[in-house]
Nanobody, 115 residues
Framework: QVHVVESGGGAVQSGGSLRLSCLASGRIFGTYNMGWYRQTPGKQRELVARITSGGSTNYADSVKGRFTISRDNAQNTVYLQMNNLIPGDTAVYYC?????????WGQGTQVTVSS
């Protein structure tokens, strides 16, 4: 059983920063990709950023230049550094781990950005 747990969400004013963390645990080894999604009520989840086992990254256009995804393979942890936050970033952020074609999801962490 693989468990994914996010942390680091909170409330911040426009222009502020937050750093989200995602810890994966369980019997996992080898190569795996990880990513961050976000969702607001009534809308589908959208991809925010992803990072491969080799460290390659890509981002949604809306967050390019503001968000940075990184990983610590030794600790099975992925981070999302969010700078210059705007109200449109308000959402529940979910971390996902992809391993041998299976997706594992965390419970989500709330990010609220006020104007």
């Amino acid at each position: 059983q693989v468990h994914v747990v996010e942390s680091g969400g909170g409330a911040v004013q426009s222009g502020g920063s937050l750093r989200l963390s995602c810890l994966a645990s369980g019997r996992i080894f080898g190569t795996y990709n990880m990513g961050w999604y976000r969702q607001t009520p009534g809308k589908q989840r959208e991809l925010v950023a992803r990072i491969t086992s080799g460290g390659s990254t890509n981002y949604a256009d809306s967050v390019k230049g503001r968000f940075t995804i990184s990983r610590d393979n030794a600790q099975n942890t992925v981070y999302l550094q969010m700078n210059n936050l705007i109200p449109g970033d308000t959402a529940v952020y979910y971390c996902t781990l992809n391993w041998y074609g299976l997706d594992y999801w965390g419970q989500g962490t709330q990010v609220t950005v006020s104007s």
